[in-house]
């Protein structure tokens, strides 16, 4: 089965520090999302790429938060710097652009800012 | 833009009961409901969906249910296992946006 991988799973980093993830999609789909994910809340969107383009980045904080998709495949979360506060799962999830349903999950970067 | 509500956020069954998960979506463009199992440290898992021109789907103990007249939709879980126990997210997809919007999430705990 097809699979949305992300590295690292795991990341500590101290404050202000500069931090990123990586994700690569499923191959074929055309969009891909980074989510991010509170201790006991639901996912929640930070951007969407169709292809290389950015489709919705509105919850983006930009001031600090950056995402690049360069070649419309594998994809770049940063954050710089890193507050406490972004302490969460980072998830990358992928799908096709047309049609609905084979949206799926990487397994996760686990964030912690100390 | 879309809200997702999603209830109870806790819920505790006896193993070989039923457990209804209830979501309430703001958009009335949203055309497709997945439901997702998220264990511990996991990522969470697609584990049924349903689009708007259905009102009832069914995969073994596992059942949605969505009103889109009241804008609503539900998990419903028969028989329940001690494998069940996590967290199970609803989620809504905005028409033409490709966007998931997420409910908060319901901690399912079986008790043997």
């Known amino acids: 089965e097809a699979e949305v991988a992300q590295s690292p799973r795991y990341k500590i980093t101290e404050k202000s520090q500069a931090v990123a993830f990586w994700c690569d999609p499923i191959s074929g789909h055309a969009t891909l999302y980074w989510y991010r994910q509170i201790l006991g809340q639901g996912p929640e969107l930070l951007v969407q790429f169709q292809d290389e383009s950015v489709v919705d980045d509105s919850q983006l904080p930009k001031d600090r938060f950056s995402a690049e998709r360069l070649k419309g495949v594998d994809s770049t979360l940063k954050i710089q710097p890193a507050e406490l506060g972004d302490s969460a799962m980072y998830l990358c999830?992928?799908?096709?652009?047309?049609?609905?349903?084979?949206?799926?999950f990487g397994s996760g970067t686990r964030l912690t800012v100390v | 833009g879309e809200n997702v509500e999603q209830h109870p956020s806790t819920l505790s069954v006896q193993e070989g009961d039923s457990a209804v998960i209830k979501c309430t979506y703001s958009?009335?463009?949203?055309?497709?409901f997945p439901w997702y199992k998220q264990e511990l440290g996991k990522r969470p898992q697609l584990i049924i969906d349903?689009?708007?021109?259905?009102g009832e789907k069914k995969d073994q103990r596992i059942a949605v249910t969505l009103n889109k007249t009241a804008k609503h939709f539900s998990l419903h879980i028969t028989e329940t296992q001690p494998e069940d126990s996590a967290v199970y997210f609803c989620a809504a997809l905005i028409q033409g946006a490709q966007k998931l919007v997420f409910g908060q999430g319901t901690r399912l705990t079986i008790n043997p």
């Open positions: 958009d009335s463009a949203s055309n497709y």
């Open positions: 349903i689009r708007s021109n259905v």
């Open positions: 999830a992928s799908s096709l652009s047309e049609g609905l349903g084979g949206y799926t």
